[in-house]
């Protein structure tokens, strides 16, 4: 079964730390957590530890996944266009009603795929999926290559 600490160490590395730009969409972040998401939350003051907590409570569904690098994926999909985008890019895939909603029959399907090919497909879908970003709005065009480096990881 996936580990919450062996994904998150990983998303804690691309996601980075405080960053202002005025382009990004969620505006003020810190290790990924956007003020957009969380208008609570003070990002400057926001400890490794606050942001851990909030992305296991937010965006952990993934226990019972069987491969840590398919969890480590859709983890880092559910944090970068929110779970339940990144739940039915994952249910297209997986040729299953797209409810965006992470239950037993969309676990069952990806403990079923070999975790190479559900992997390609995920990179494939999320790399689509950013390039519509950039199609429909130019000004995110600066942040396509961080988004395909993701998508590609």
Aim: glycine share 6%; aromatic share 10%; proline share 3%.
């Amino acid at each position: 079964m996936a580990d919450f600490n062996l994904a998150i160490d990983e998303i804690l590395i691309q996601e980075g730390g405080y960053v202002n730009d005025p382009a990004d969409r969620g505006g003020e972040t810190k290790y990924g957590i956007s003020k957009r998401s969380f208008p609570q939350v003070d990002i400057p003051s926001l400890t490794v530890e606050e942001a851990k907590s909030l992305y296991r409570e937010t965006y952990w569904r993934f226990e019972s996944v069987e491969n840590q690098m398919v969890a480590n994926k859709l983890l880092s999909m559910a944090i970068h266009m929110g779970l339940s985008q990144a739940v039915r890019l994952l249910q297209t895939i997986l040729r299953i009603s797209s409810d965006g909603q992470f239950g037993p029959r969309t676990l069952t399907e990806v403990n079923s795929m070999y975790p190479s090919l559900l992997l390609t497909e995920l990179r494939i879908a999320c790399a689509v999926y950013y390039a519509k970003i950039v199609s429909r709005d130019t000004s995110q065009l600066k942040f396509i290559t961080g988004w395909m480096r993701r998508a590609l990881s």
